[in-house]
């Protein structure tokens, strides 16, 4: 299936936690068929097809809505929720559990991805992200049961590709190849060349029919 113009159905509350207005999406009905879990390396997510393409519009509104969390409930599944969030919002992740206690009763909405969800990146870009210098890494946290994915628009666009067709090509790719391993590998954190001890954290997407 593809992205462009994919009008997918979400619910909209709102919170106020310190004095700060909140605003939280999620999926306007269940996520059946998804798995989070913490590994040594990070956290690991097996989706199924439907699952793979809430993961993308969840990422294309983390990109694009500074002012959003984007909830995908997960724990009816496996142990952890997934949200994400721009790091402009300054969320502070302890704060996850009063929040999610005090949203609203939801409001159903819908997104309509545009023709072109995510931009192609430019080469010149992909190459910053090995520089000392680079701050617009992907970031995470965990906390009340839950994955946290934080950082910038060009931080959530530099790992679109791998999200994109995971959603996108998976599909045809596992129709040539029944049971191939298909799979999308985030870095998460800083990325540091050669460090044995302490290697850059990751969210492993793979696809996987789930019970």
């Not at 989706?47 to 809430?54: E, R, S």
């Not at 800083?190 to 789930?210: D, I, K, S, T």
């Amino acid at each position: 299936m593809r992205l462009a113009g994919l009008k997918w159905r979400a619910t909209v509350s709102t919170a106020r936690l310190a004095g700060v207005g909140y605003r939280v999406l999620r999926p306007g009905r269940p996520i059946r068929h998804a798995e989070l879990v913490e590994d040594r390396f990070g956290a690991e997510l097996a989706v199924d097809q439907a699952a793979a393409l809430d993961l993308a519009v969840a990422w294309w509104l983390a990109a694009r809505s500074p002012h959003s969390l984007v909830h995908l409930p997960l724990r009816s599944t496996g142990p952890l929720d997934l949200v994400l969030l721009h790091h402009s919002l300054g969320f502070r992740v302890s704060g996850w559990k009063q929040l999610r206690s005090r949203l609203s009763p939801p409001a159903m909405t819908t997104v309509t991805l545009p023709p072109t969800p995510f931009r192609p990146v430019e080469r010149a870009e992909h190459e910053r992200f090995f520089h000392r210098d680079f701050r617009d890494h992907l970031n995470y946290a965990f906390a009340a049961d839950t994955l946290f994915v934080i950082g910038s628009r060009l931080a959530f666009e530099l790992a679109a590709e791998e999200v994109r067709a995971l959603a996108e090509d998976a599909p045809a790719q596992l129709a040539r190849v029944p049971g191939d391993h298909v799979c999308a590998e985030i870095g998460l954190g800083r990325w540091v060349p050669h460090h044995r001890r302490n290697p850059a954290a990751q969210l492993h997407v793979y696809r996987r029919v789930l019970p």
